[in-house]
């Protein structure tokens, strides 16, 4: 079987659900490929609205379950009301060169359905950042190119925030914020009284607190704070590809979505020297199909877009679709997350905060801003909350004990932790394990990556200088740990077929194209040229509409 479209996007997560609902709104006739099952918004939510109460192991992950998949058990969300939502350790295999934990969602809406839903645009200082201090390579693009794509991403998906003025952390198009508790604004005013570089702001993120026409009109509503998000949100309260980007897409009458359709490889075609289709198995009946299209969006999130660039072999490319300077698969980068501080805050004892907050108060990165300064390269975001622990207890004691326990508030504790740059580097990699294959015959993708001195020196700035900040706020009995976590299970990997001016020394170029096969988009995680200390999805985004809108006017002029 075969079919023709003007374009084809891989991949129906984040970054895909964006590339399908941009190109059907340009009029293109879009086919969404998607290894996993569909997942429709509300009706395949089983455990959106059931009750501790009402789950087998009261919301547990019971024993078995944990030895059977470590991996996808190591990730906080994973709980027995959204396993569902999670790629099991054993039906997925990888080869770990070196301790990876790869956290995958592969279903229609991949991990957007997943997401922690933190939502900051990159500073000029980050796209700046490896040419000024001579790591990776430098961006093709500045603050500026993607600025106006930032704005276009942020009004659909809702993104709630607080105008706060920092260079290091531009404003968006922001719904209104969620809000400080009193002991989180007391440090805020401590830390920032104490020092002139470090502005602690509250969190923003893919929440509608105060929904546009446009958010009403995608069918969502306000969010209900209730803390349950992973498991899809009745309300369409946070941004997911589920509740906005796919259902708008298909209202266009331009897309085809087909889920159980496993990408192997994109199909290269020597006369036109351009991709020409993707090759597909069916993940049910294990047939295979080819679909042709004009331009195709490589969208399966960072690691699967590497693996799916590399196993696209021709004669023009026997390496890997694109890879003429062998780089792809290498430079792979994601976000140290092992540093994390708790600490008691006295007092405050007759002060309550009310119900549930889908963010921390965070701080943009300080170290290394405007010239290179510390004995480590880049630097790292930190994020804060303060609360009264006792209260999220409910549901452990059953009767009075229960009763007893919800009328004692208990005293107030601070979390701090890190979201560190790493810097990409050719030896952080990943490439195809040819002796071992996954159930559709696809080679298994061969995973290279560790955390290096300059992350560790990271590591330990952010434990002085967080423990500084708090005890400069009046926190006491402060203690580090350092969770020691294997890279991937930040869920933040990205590089491998990163964007650059140069085809010698990057895949992409400033639109996202393939420097060697110009039809063919790279737009997820996978296009970073570095990690910047964000959350990465926004700028995903951001990327993916920019890159849609030029292929769009491309295909206009007859140049794809
Ligand atoms: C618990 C958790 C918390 C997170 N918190 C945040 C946060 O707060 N902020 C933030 O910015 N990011 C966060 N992330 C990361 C965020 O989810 C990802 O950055 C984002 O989903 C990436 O978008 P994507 O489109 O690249 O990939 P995905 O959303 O993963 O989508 C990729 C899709 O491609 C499909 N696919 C893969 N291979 C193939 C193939 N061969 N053929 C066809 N389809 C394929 C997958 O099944 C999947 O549906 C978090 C992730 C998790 C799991």
Redesign the pocket.
Known sequence: MAGKYDAIV????????WAAKELCEKGLKVLL????RDVKHLKDYPTATMHPWEFPHRNKIPLDFLKENPIASR???LSESSEHFFVKDKEHPYTQEKPFDW??????????L??????QRWSKFDFEGPARDGFATDWPIRYEDIAPWYSHVERFAGISGNKDGLETLPDGEFLPPWEMNCVEKDIASAIRSSYTDRFPVIGRCAHLTEPQPIHLEQGRGKCQARSLC?RGCPFGGYFS?NSSTIPWAAKTGNLELRPN????SILYDDKSQKARGVLVIDSITKEQHEFEAKIIFV????M?TN??LLNSISSRFPNGLGNDNGLLGTHVAFHNYRGILNGRVEGYEDTYYKGRRPCAVMMPNFRNVRKQEMDFQRGYMTFYSAYRPSWGRGGEEIGAALKESLTDPGGWSVFMMMQGETIPKESNRVSLDKNNVDAWGIPQLSINVDYDENDLKILNDFFEQGQEMLEKAGVKSITKTDTKQAPGLD??EMGGVRMGHDPKTSLLNKWNQLHACKNVFVT??ACMTSTGTQ????T?MALTARAANYAVEELKKMNL
Do not use: M
Not at 261 to 264: A, D, E, I, L
């Open positions: 891989i991949g129906s997560g984040i970054s895909g659900g490929l998607e290894r996993g990730c906080y969300a956290i995958r969602g592969y279903q229609v809406g991949g991990k957007s997943l997401w922690a839903r933190q939502t992973e590809s359709s496993v990408v192997h969208n399966a999130a960072t699967n693996l799916i869920i933040h997820d995680g959350n990465p999805s926004l995903f």
